[in-house]
């Protein structure tokens, strides 16, 4: 049994700054691309950013120079630090992980929960 579990969403003025936490435990071999989706009310679920074990982070062009995404691989964690937050960064943010359970397994897709982000003044 795996299971995601996210920390650190709120409400948060405009130009303010949050840091979202995902941390995966269970049976877990390897996990090898970590992200962090959002989904606005009406909206359908975006891809915010990604880290691969090894490679190259990815950001949407929305969030480029604003949004910061890390990991501990040693903690199974992935992190998401949000600066000059806008309004339309509000949203459910979730945390992936693509896991394999064995040496040999395919990667499985898992999700956290979801965490509520909201800038408003």
């Known amino acids: 049994q795996v299971q995601l579990v996210e920390s650190g969403g709120g409400l948060v003025q405009p130009g303010g700054s949050l840091r979202l936490s995902c941390a995966a435990s269970g049976s877990i071999f390897s996990i090898t691309v970590m992200g962090w989706y959002r989904q606005a009310p009406g909206k359908e679920r975006e891809l915010v950013a990604s880290?691969?074990?090894?490679?190259?982070?990815n950001y949407a062009d929305s969030v480029k120079g604003r949004f910061t995404i890390s990991r501990d691989n040693a903690k199974n964690t992935v992190y998401l630090q949000m600066n000059s937050l806008k309004p339309e960064d509000t949203a459910v943010y979730y945390c992936t992980a693509d896991i394999k359970l064995t040496i040999n397994g395919p990667d499985f897709r898992y999700w956290g929960q979801g965490t509520q982000v909201t800038v408003s003044s």
């Open positions: 880290i691969p074990s090894g490679g190259t982070r």
